[in-house]
């Protein structure tokens, strides 16, 4: 049975239509279903009751269940241990900052990429998610908001009612998902449903470069997010193994041509792990191999999960590699992850059908 959430608007008109039903209502579908967060948006009061009965027979209203929801004491962040239909478990984030609210999504239950620092890499895929599994995580997370109000008090965010930004950094590889994500940020971007902008979503990936192209096709405005983690050819292909279908070079290429990199730039994500990828001689190459793209690097000290084969860098190891990234004319942050108390960090995701999670 397919879900009500992975439906987009004018596929709900269509159905409406072929009902002999105003597509209108398919409006008010989306509006109680993504914007009131009614348990049943077929029970809107301005819908005929035949309805779901001539319209949606074929489809179920099941979100994601929260089997275990985590908030961080330290900053706030609500790390949730989501069960789909079939009981496969995947986790997302919701990372409260100053003036958003962002949810890291899951796209697969495991991945294909064997990244060796990565602990879903260790998982393989289980399997693909679809859109509604990836959307119900916005809505379930939306419903939590709604919920506790006391946790916007904290955070000084009473006016942030709803999630603001969502990231495809979760469990999994994207773009080895591409259609289930371009269909699940086609509903969240629906005006009449969450609303969210284009330029609100980011897709993380490790370099599919199939994905990217069908992706900037269906949305070329979404922002791209690349998992660099190494310029040097070789060293990537050791860590990360899909280094070996796209080189970095052929990634660079396509992104010096995609139309999102005129709009905002491209993020470029870089794990530093000790004495792998942390050194002068990577600082320098990372700022050759990006001459000429508009990028913004997120420098993300690695979080431990296995310290014998992978360790974090040094203090000195993150400053000096952030200073001559800054001072050759890039943008750079370092970002150390939240929700470290609760495992929610990247590459700490846990779940018991699974091991965890990060790009
Ligand atoms: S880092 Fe991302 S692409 Fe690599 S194994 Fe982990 S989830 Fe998959």
Redesign the pocket.
């Known amino acids: 049975m397919r879900n009500f959430y992975s439906i987009p608007r004018h596929e709900l008109e269509h159905r409406c239509r072929e009902a002999g039903l105003p597509d209108v209502h398919a409006s008010t579908l989306f509006k109680a279903a993504y914007k009131d967060l009614v348990n049943d948006p077929w029970n809107a009061s301005s819908l005929p009751q035949k309805i779901r009965a001539s319209v949606g027979s074929d489809l179920d209203i099941a979100l994601p269940v929260a089997a275990k929801t985590l908030v961080s004491r330290y900053d706030h962040s609500v790390k949730f241990l989501f069960e789909l239909r079939d009981g496969s478990l995947v986790e997302s984030v919701l990372m409260p900052e100053r003036r958003r609210i962002t949810l890291c999504v899951s796209s ?1 239950v495991g ?5 060796t ?5 260790r998982m393989g895929l289980l399997r693909n998610m679809d859109a509604g599994e990836i959307v119900g995580q916005l809505i379930a997370a939306n419903r939590w908001i709604a919920n506790h109000p006391d946790w916007l008090a904290a955070l000084s965010l009473p006016r942030l009612q709803r999630v603001t930004n969502v990231v495809f950094m979760g ?3 994207p773009l ?1 998902n591409v259609e289930s994500v371009a269909d699940a940020i086609a509903i969240m971007t629906d005006p009449l449903g969450s609303g969210l902008a284009l330029r609100r979503i980011s897709v ?3 370099g599919h470069l199939d994905g990217l192209a069908q992706m900037v096709e269906r949305h070329p405005d979404v922002r791209l997010a690349i ?1 660099l983690h190494s310029p040097f050819d070789a060293e990537r292909s050791k860590i ?1 193994p ?1 280094n070996r279908r796209w080189p970095l070079a052929e990634v660079l290429n396509f992104l010096r041509d995609a139309p999102t990199q005129l709009n905002h730039g491209i993020l470029i994500q870089y794990t530093m792990i000790r004495g792998v990828n942390d050194s002068m001689r990577h600082a320098e190459e990372l700022v050759r191999i990006t001459a000429g793209l508009k990028v913004k690097v997120n420098l993300i000290p690695l979080n431990e999960i296995d310290p014998s084969r992978f360790a974090s860098p040094t203090a000195n190891a993150i400053d000096s590699f952030r200073d001559h990234l800054h001072q050759s004319g890039l943008r750079v942050m370092v970002r150390y992850s939240k929700g470290q108390d609760i495992a929610a960090a990247c ?1 700490q995701l846990v779940t018991e059908n699974a091991s965890a ?3």
């Open positions: 697969q991945c294909r990429q064997a990244c620092f990565c602990h879903t890499g469990m999994g590889e080895d993380s990936t490790a998992s990360m899909i590459g999670s990060g790009q």
